[in-house]
């Protein structure tokens, strides 16, 4: 999100809220990358090395030196997640070798994980944004009053209602048509908030479409595994 990322510099309020949200949105994804790149199944210790990463960018209190001409936010910020983790391989590795004497790092050192595959880091990132849609479109029923059919119809957004509509319309007082209606156009809404969340994480527009089909596969390919 690049209008969070720019605001999160300068230490101000503000900019120390935007980068809290930051983290908080892209805390899932950062901890499924750091467990693929660990491959020891430590749960724990990459809870803390992904805990270590938005340390040091609250700390630090940017995210580097963002730029949104970089295009995804996606990519920028798996490439920072990458950058801190071999950041810290390479002193664990220095630290081994000389007690604290500085060496070169080895060339495998800094391309190890180059490589990795990110899927699992994009269909968490697919889910956190999706997580962040579900919960703005909640938020904008409750305020219309409309918080007992969000939660009636919810179940229909992804098309695994595991009830008849017949049922969500008598709870709700409505006709099998009009509950009809109401599932379209609450889809329609969460489609537009889905749509509207991806779209702040790019820099041009115009790969929206793009984007989106390649987060589903992400996630459908998560699924599947």
């Not at 892209?26 to 749960?43: I, K, L, M, N, T």
């Not at 994980?113 to 938020?139: C, K, N, P, T």
């Amino acid at each position: 999100r690049w209008t969070l990322v720019l605001e999160s510099g300068g230490g101000t309020p503000k900019a120390r809220a935007a980068l809290r949200e930051l983290c908080d949105i892209y805390y899932a994804p950062v901890v499924s990358f750091v467990r693929r790149w660990r491959q020891d199944g430590d749960e724990d210790a990459s809870r803390d090395q992904a805990h270590a990463f938005f340390e040091s960018v609250l700390a630090n209190e940017k995210f580097g030196e963002p730029d949104p001409q970089r295009g995804r936010f996606r990519n920028y910020l798996l490439g920072a997640v990458k950058h801190f983790l071999l950041e810290q391989r390479r002193l664990a590795a220095t630290e081994k070798r000389g007690g604290g004497v500085a060496h070169e790092p080895l060339e495998e050192e800094l391309h190890a994980g180059e490589g990795l595959d990110a899927s699992v880091f994009d269909r968490e990132w697919a889910l956190a944004l999706i997580g962040r849609a579900l919960g703005d479109l909640e938020s904008e029923m409750a305020a219309a009053g409309k918080s007992e059919q969000f939660a009636v119809l919810e179940p229909w957004l992804d098309g695994n209602a595991d009830s008849p509509q017949a049922e969500a319309a008598e709870v709700l007082g409505l006709s099998g048509t009009a509950i009809k209606v109401a599932i379209h156009r609450l889809r329609e809404r969460f489609r537009a908030k889905v749509r509207a969340e991806v779209v702040a994480t790019l820099q041009d527009p115009d790969e929206l479409d793009d984007e989106l089909r390649h987060l589903v596969l992400a996630q459908g390919a998560g699924e599947q595994g």
